[in-house]
């Protein structure tokens, strides 16, 4: 049984930071691009970063104030969170997919989400 389980959301105010991490079980790790989307209330979900082995992407909005890794060896991925605004509040997933260079459109495996909230 897959499962991949997001912790580290909360409350913080604008300006501040949060490190949310994904612990995966249930499938080999290192095979798979891991993955951060977030949905904020009324829009859809969309990309935030990705990390496959050898190659890590992110989306352009973010102006280079988010920070993905992962740790094999603990079947981990994170996603630091600097510099943050208040539309930055959202609901954080990770995912699991095949490649990172088309996880934007291609998901395997969802956890099932961690609210961050941003106050001005």
């Known amino acids: 049984q897959v499962q991949l389980v997001e912790s580290g959301g909360g409350l913080v105010q604008a300006g501040g930071s949060l490190r949310l991490s994904c612990a995966v079980s249930?499938?080999?790790?290192?095979?798979?691009?891991m993955g951060w989307f977030r949905q904020a209330p009324g829009k859809e979900r969309e990309f935030v970063a990705a990390?496959?082995?050898?190659?890590?992407y992110y989306a352009d909005s973010l102006q280079g104030r988010f920070t993905i890794s992962r740790d094999n060896a603990k079947n981990t991925v994170s996603l630091q969170m600097n510099s943050l605004k208040p539309e930055d509040t959202a609901i954080y997933y990770c995912?699991?997919?095949?490649?990172?260079?088309?996880?934007?459109?291609?998901?395997?495996?969802w956890g099932q989400g961690t609210q961050v909230t941003v106050s001005s």
């Open positions: 249930g499938l080999t790790f290192s095979t798979y691009a």
């Open positions: 995912a699991a997919a095949e490649s990172a260079a088309t996880i934007k459109t291609s998901q395997k495996y």
């Open positions: 990390m496959g082995w050898h190659s890590i």
